[in-house]
């Protein structure tokens, strides 16, 4: 059966970091790109980052470019988020998500319908 399950989050204060994990299981892995998303309470869900089944294309959301950093490592099948400089506008659920390898591209891993696997989420609260 095919499971994503996200953890890591919890509480920071602004400024801090946090590293968020995904743990996948009941697909091959390294046959999608996984992307993070985020929703915060009375928003659309949005793409944080997307990256390749292979790792050399990353791809972020302006709004973390230079704070995030997305990593995988298919020999354990997990992908993670490190989260660094949060600010309060980065509190929200976090959602991992794999994509068919195929259909990832700078253009599209945005695209939340891409998606075929969807893990259920991690909270994330940024405190000032």
């Known amino acids: 059966q095919v499971q994503l399950v996200e953890s890591g989050g919890g509480s920071v204060q602004a400024g801090g970091s946090m590293r968020l994990a995904c743990v996948a299981s009941?697909?091959?892995?390294?046959?999608?790109?996984m992307g993070w998303f985020r929703q915060a309470p009375g928003k659309e869900r949005e793409g944080v980052s997307g990256i390749s089944w292979h790792g050399k294309y990353i791809y972020y959301a302006d709004s973390v470019e230079g704070r995030f950093t997305a990593s995988r490592d298919n020999a354990k099948n997990i992908v993670y988020l490190q989260m660094n400089n949060l600010i309060a506008e980065d509190a929200a659920m976090y959602y991992c998500a794999a994509l068919p390898y195929a259909l990832f591209s700078m253009y599209h891993w945005r695209k939340l319908d891409l998606y075929t696997y969807w893990g259920q989420g991690t909270q994330v609260t940024v405190s000032s």
């Open positions: 009941g697909f091959q892995f390294d046959d999608y790109a």
